[in-house]
């Protein structure tokens, strides 16, 4: 089949997505590992599309076992350029309630025992994400939600934590007290491993729970939250295809590029074996 532009990252509650035509069961060996799951490619409203099972098939993978590096890097590999995330959050503000969809707009990383990056052993590159979501599929995002009937927040910081455990008391006001609008365990490192991917990557954040800061509200459980994510699950496959409707097929955002000034090492001290190892995301700048 042609090369897929556009993946979705299923998380919690989002293993398959309906009215997805598929066409392959994609098995790819990466230079990072195996991806969760095999990768499933096909039609969705005469558009091509990837879908990965981030938790592995039945949700095997806890969120610190994912292997990120091996998910990005085969969806690069099949020709993917923008990615949308589904994740559960749990909500760090009054105002964003549960049942609520948040595109967050920043990131703070509070994870510690992931890989953060592609690069290294020898080949050294220093990314900008200052702004860690691609504006424009963001803008889109939010924009087929709002179109298939969703209550959305457009913009707020997405802080990652490492889990599986949910928070205390003391961290989730702290947090709040940071700043800090929505809380997960899975968009770090996924969004700046897409960056330097040179992918789109926006996140389709569905709120679970007010986590465990609200005094008048039960502490989050998992039953809490896949309750509240089968409510969700039609809404996050409606606003897909509300997205691929609107989605132009060429790129206008920066993302595309973020590598062109990234790389700092001169291509004549790069080790062979990590140049041929990362061909798929710096050849066009190191042929």
Known sequence: MAEVRLAIIGGSGLYSMDGLRVL???????PFGAPSAPILLGELQGRQVAFLARHGLGHSLAPSEVNYRANIFALKTLGVERIISVSACGSLRKDYAPGSVVIPDQVFDFT???PRSFFGRGLVAHVGVADPFCPDLSTTLTDGLTAAGGTVHAGGTFITIEGPRFSTRAESNAFRAWGMSIIGMTTCPEAFLAREAEMCYAVMAHVT??????????????EMVMRTLRGNTQLAQAAIAE???RLPDQRSCSCGHALKDAILTSRDS???ETL???????QRYLP
Do not use: M, N
Not at 24 to 30: A, G, L
Not at 276 to 282: D, E, I, R, S, Y
């Open 276 to 282: 041929t190892k990362l061909a798929p995301l710096v």
């Open 270 to 272: 790069i080790p062979p």
């Open 243 to 245: 997205v691929l409707a």
């Open 24 to 30: 392959e069961r994609r098995e790819v060996d990466t």
């Open 209 to 222: 729970d007010y986590d465990v800061w609200h005094l008048s509200e039960q502490p989050v459980t998992v």
């Open 112 to 114: 510690r025992e992931r």
